[in-house]
Structure formats: structure tokens, C-alpha cells
Nanobody
Framework: QVQLVESGGGLVQAGGSLRLSCAAS????????MGWFRQAPGEERDFVAA????????YYEDSVKGRFTISRDNAKNTVYLQMNSLKPEDTALYYC?????????????????WGQGTQVTVSS
């Protein structure tokens, strides 16, 4: 069982930056690929970014490419999402997720563990 705890959300003006963190429990973090998803009110939970277990492979949703960067520190059992040039449409509850697959994946159904989420609000 893996427990995930997100932090770093908040209120920011358009054009600003935030860095989300996700701390994972357990000794097998380095074997899991990780992902970030987001869910706006009344919307589906959508893929944002994913990273392989080694950190060598990353995927991004088209609208965040060039603005968001996913990274991980396996020594600290933590995955990050650096978000720059934020837009009001980035406003959502952001979730961290872990998959037993070592390969990065964009498919929500592939993820086995989820955090509780951290709110990101971007004002115009």
C-alpha cells in the first residue's frame, strides 16, 4: 500500500508559478511510475503529466507542454510538478497518483494509488 500526500497548492495570479509536491510512503517508490491529474468542478479527472520510475521518460498533456515540468527525487520519495505561466483554465484540484507499472502512462485507469488532492486557483 502506498500513501500519497500532495502539497503546494494555492491561489496565484495569471502568469505566476507554483510547485506541487507529492510525498509517498514506503520503500518501493522508486519502482512506481507517477502521474499528476487535475479535476475542475463538474469535469472529469484529466491527465496532466507522468514520469517513469527512473525519471527518464515524461509525458504531458498538450495544453501544459512548455509550461509544466514533472520531476522526481527517488531518494526523497517525492514527485514534483513545477507549473509556470499559469492560466485561469489551470484552476482545478490536482491529484498525485502512483502506478505499479514502471513505465509512464497517461491512462487514469492504470494508476493504483491516489492522493487527496491539492487545490490550485489561478485568478485573472
Amino acid at each position: 500500500q502506498v500513501q500519497l500526500v500532495e502539497s503546494g497548492g494555492g491561489l496565484v495570479q495569471a502568469g505566476g508559478s507554483l510547485r506541487l509536491s507529492c510525498a509517498a510512503s514506503g520503500r518501493t517508490f522508486f519502482t512506481y511510475a507517477m502521474g499528476w491529474f487535475r479535476q475542475a468542478p463538474g469535469e472529469e479527472r484529466d491527465f496532466v503529466a507522468a514520469i517513469s520510475s527512473s525519471g527518464a521518460i515524461t509525458y504531458y498533456e498538450d495544453s501544459v507542454k512548455g509550461r509544466f515540468t514533472i520531476s522526481r527525487d527517488n531518494a526523497k520519495n517525492t514527485v514534483y510538478l513545477q507549473m509556470n505561466s499559469l492560466k485561469p483554465e489551470d484552476t482545478a484540484l490536482y491529484y498525485c497518483a502512483a502506478t505499479k507499472l514502471g513505465a509512464a502512462t497517461m491512462k487514469r485507469m492504470n494508476y493504483d494509488y491516489w492522493g487527496q488532492g491539492t487545490q490550485v486557483t489561478v485568478s485573472s
